[in-house]
């Protein structure tokens, strides 16, 4: 990390990320899309908790995972950046290929990897620091070394891109946590963008949120969808429906060892999904016949 090059991580004006070297390893092949699983299994300790899942994401879209509760949207979204490494009784077989390197290769540095592909969570968590600080911070762990005027116009850059500048341009000494959970929830993905990923996963991000902070949220997405990949977990149809461009939908059943183990169902574009599914379990989920 501490060997990249300051312009590929710091320049605020700079595009997102492409593909080369990640964490010490070249890429490979560059798959179709910039995200990719292969016979994804997930397991927390003997469970397997989501079995074969193979998928690809791509730039510039919005892609969303739907299903019933414990059919291991957020199991896979964790796994797409490694965020599952943090917790001891989780493990990942088969593939997960950012820009063609397998992510779970023995020398891949996760910290990197994280950085790359940042991450949102259901509960707005940005750290009991200013405003300001809540974005300096993580660049500057990632090594940003421009000057204080640099990092004044990173930390604009990435408010403006998550559209909370205009709101806290005059208090950004303020507490982050004294923003309101919608602007708390723009502040964090102001914060992920600060580091420059190319994949920005969100788990929930909105069911924390009243309606308006909600819609808010989701126009930023669909305004973000036009420099990144966007993975979002959604216990909402009708959202899914708005933002995204293709749906992945995921089932859990019995499996013959009596685990209940997810499984991808189908990955569609999501105007097909919602109206013409492919499978049985998908139309049954979307018209409301369980879940
Ligand atoms: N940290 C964990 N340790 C053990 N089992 C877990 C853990 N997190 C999730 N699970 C289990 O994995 C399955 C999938 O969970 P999860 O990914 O949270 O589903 P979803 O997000 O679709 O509701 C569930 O059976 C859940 O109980
Ligand atoms: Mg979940």
Request: charged share 25%; glycine share 8%; proline share 5%.
């Amino acid at each position: 990390m501490n060997e990249t090059p300051e312009s590929t991580v710091l320049d605020p004006t700079a595009a997102p990320a492409t593909a080369d070297a990640v964490g010490g390893v070249e890429a490979a092949d560059d798959g179709p899309g910039v995200l990719e699983t292969r016979s994804m299994d997930v397991f927390y300790g003997d469970f397997k908790a989501v079995a074969d899942v193979s998928m690809s994401f791509t730039f510039n879209e919005i892609s969303a995972l739907i299903g019933p509760s414990g059919c291991g949207k957020s199991t896979v979204l964790r796994s797409l950046n490694r965020m599952n490494d943090l917790i001891p009784t989780a493990r990942v077989d088969g593939e997960v290929r950012y820009h063609g390197t397998n992510i779970y290769a023995g020398d891949v540095d996760p910290v990197e990897i994280r950085r790359r592909i940042g991450m949102v969570f259901q509960k707005p968590n940005p750290f009991p620091k200013s405003i300001f600080d809540n974005i300096a911070w993580g660049a500057k762990i990632n090594g940003f070394k421009g000057s204080k005027s640099d990092m004044k116009d990173l930390v604009q850059g990435a408010l403006e891109q998550a559209a909370l500048w205009d709101e806290v341009k005059d208090k950004l000494t303020e507490s982050g946590l004294s923003l309101s959970g919608g602007q708390q929830q723009r502040l964090c993905i102001a914060r992920a963008i600060a580091v420059q990923p190319d994949v920005i996963l969100m788990d929930e991000p909105c069911s924390a949120l009243d309606p308006i902070a909600t819609l808010r949220i989701e126009e930023l997405m669909l305004e973000l969808k036009e420099n990144y990949s966007i993975i979002i977990v959604t216990h909402n149809m009708q959202q899914a429906a708005r933002v995204s461009d293709r749906t992945a939908f995921f089932n859990v059943e019995l499996d013959t060892t009596g685990q209940r183990t997810g499984h991808l169902v189908e990955f569609s574009p999501t105007d097909v999904l919602f109206t013409t599914p492919k499978e049985k379990a998908t139309e049954d989920y979307i018209t409301g016949r369980f879940g």
